[in-house]
């Protein structure tokens, strides 16, 4: 199962894709938990320690690593370098184990994030294609609301892209948008999880808002969230209904794809 999560800042997909690695770590399979996000959170919701955050090491700052395998140091641009580096032994090699998870924070290139193409990117670009259509275990890609690392045949490799989608418009919008660009490089298929739902009138608001999209299920608002990352504990120990409920959407998913 290859999973990307995405949705408009902080609608709790980092929430959702810890508790989807954790249940499924727990279930015995192996897991790399990808944070493709800039605002990196996937570390703390995992339950790493905080002593032990700043081990996990970004690998688009890895500049040894970068101009070894693309031949160029990272933030040049224009120039001549591997767009096909050699990325397989990254996950062991740079990853942090956590049980059954292996956990790689991608970072984020200065120059992608300008439209231009550098070394850095294409590290990126060719690790989130090999880890989506090469590798067996289970990945799941924590991402910001855009969906630039993916190139059509990385997407087409997806097997569920799921949009988290809180109620109001401003999400709606971006989950609307994240489903255009999705379609554009060959994904057949977007799901939407709505979360911090407070009344059976906001699953009906998203769905009604969304109707050309899947739905997979919903969590409920819980200040046990929010609670959990102020006492730097992972999301699975938070609150056993939102546990349970991802578990329902981990079941849902898994009968529809």
Do not use: W
């Amino acid at each position: 199962m290859k999973i990307a999560v995405t949705g408009k800042g902080g609608v709790g997909k980092t929430t959702v894709s810890s508790l989807l690695s954790y249940i499924y770590a727990s279930e015995g399979k192996k897991v790399i938990a990808v944070d493709a996000d800039p605002d990196a959170n996937l570390a703390a919701a995992l339950g790493i320690p905080r002593n032990k955050i700043d081990e996990v090491k970004p690998i688009a700052e890895l500049a040894d690593l970068i101009e070894e395998r693309t031949g160029a140091k990272p933030g040049s641009s224009g120039g001549i370098f591997k767009i096909n580096p050699r990325v397989d032994d990254i996950p062991d090699g740079f990853g942090f184990k956590l049980g059954n998870i292996t956990l790689l924070v991608m970072g984020k290139s200065k120059i992608a994030a300008s439209g231009c193409y550098c070394p850095e990117h294409a590290l990126l670009r060719r690790l989130l294609k090999h880890l989506i259509v090469e590798r067996d275990e289970i990945v799941i890609v924590d991402m910001e609301a855009g969906i630039e690392h993916f190139t059509r045949g990385t997407a087409e490799g997806v097997d569920a892209f799921i949009v988290v989608v809180e109620p109001g418009q401003r999400s709606i919008q971006t989950a609307q948008a994240v489903k255009g660009l999705a379609k554009g490089l060959g994904v057949k298929r977007v799901f939407i999880v709505a979360n911090k739902v407070r009344k059976e009138e906001d699953i009906s608001f998203i769905k009604n808002e969304l109707k050309d999209m899947e739905f997979l299920g919903s969590m409920s608002f819980d200040d046990s969230i929010m609670e959990s990352d102020i006492q730097g504990l992972p999301s699975h120990k938070a609150s056993e209904e939102t546990f349970n409920e991802a578990l329902k959407i981990k079941t849902a998913l898994e009968k529809l794809v």
